[in-house]
């Protein structure tokens, strides 16, 4: 199976939706492509990518195979983004005291 890169499978938007889906609660490849207006193979390429990537994980039960959100991978992209998080906060902080001596 092939690797992929987190930040890969949040880039696009419908894969992003998935996320917000499954983060809720764990549901089938069905009930998850009847939020979509994509054929359920389109779906499935995606529920594919986002668990190549260990954002969701698969759990069998009866006949049914349940995805679920792994919140943990998430974080290599909260890791990358904290230091310009840091930086943009000095910056509109430093907006608002110019801002506020221009009053």
Known sequence: ???R???QAVADPTRRAI???????????NAIAEHFQTSRQAVSKHIK????CDLLTQEQS?????YHFNPQKLKDI???VEPFRKMWEERFGQLDQLLNTLK
Do not use: K
């Not at 990518?49 to 190549?52: F, G, R």
């Not at 009866?62 to 349940?66: K, L, V």
């Open 19 to 29: 996320i917000g889906l499954i983060a809720l609660q764990a549901m089938t490849p």
């Open 62 to 66: 009866g006949r049914e195979i349940y």
């Open 1 to 3: 199976m092939m690797r």
């Open 78 to 80: 909260a890791d990358f």
């Open 49 to 52: 990518v986002l668990t190549e």
């Open 5 to 7: 890169d987190v930040f």
